[in-house]
């Protein structure tokens, strides 16, 4: 009764600040999910990946955080939104800030920025789905600073990219 009308409140209230707890009042779980979900702590573990860039090999460092494993569908409500929230709170600056250097250093065009920055999301998300590596390329490419737009159909999600430039062959 009294209990249940509290504990919706709170965790109403929440959802605000912890976007993914909508996915745990909607599937209905246990309370004591939510503790489980946030009562282990986060330590930074860097990693390495090589990534092979046209005759080179670039070293990519990234925080294992990055590599969720998201079991929600993408046609569940709010599904990019969370998605996007969750990895907000990844450790992905490492990454970011690493391939931006990359892309200063090799003196990159967005293109080619573009595919570096593709590259290493194969190489990291390698064991999973290429649905997973596109969510995870758009939420790069976003916190890069270029204007995306994410595109579902079916079970194929695909990223469209604004530019001014004239595009061939893509």
Not at 39 to 51: H, L
Not at 82 to 96: C, G
Not at 118 to 128: D, E
């Amino acid at each position: 009764g009294r209990w249940a009308l509290k504990m919706n409140f709170i965790i109403a209230n929440l959802e605000n600040y912890f976007p993914y707890l909508l996915f745990i009042k909607n599937m209905k779980l246990p309370l004591f999910s939510i503790f489980i979900l946030f009562s282990f702590p986060v330590f930074p573990e860097t990693k390495t990946a090589e990534v092979s860039f046209f005759n080179k090999k670039i070293p990519v460092f990234y925080d294992h955080s990055i590599v969720v494993d998201f079991p929600y569908k993408p046609n569940d409500d709010g599904y990019f939104e969370i998605y996007y929230h969750r990895m907000d709170t990844t450790l992905y600056e490492d990454l970011l800030k690493g391939l931006q250097a990359q892309k200063q250093d090799l003196h990159l065009n967005d293109w080619l920025y573009f595919l570096l920055l593709k590259n290493s999301v194969n190489i990291i998300f390698a064991p999973q789905k290429e649905c997973m590596r596109n969510l995870f390329l758009w939420f790069m490419l976003n916190k890069s600073g270029y204007e995306t737009r994410l595109e579902f159909k079916g079970k194929e999600i695909t990223i469209s990219v604004f530019t001014n430039d004239l595009v061939y062959g893509v």
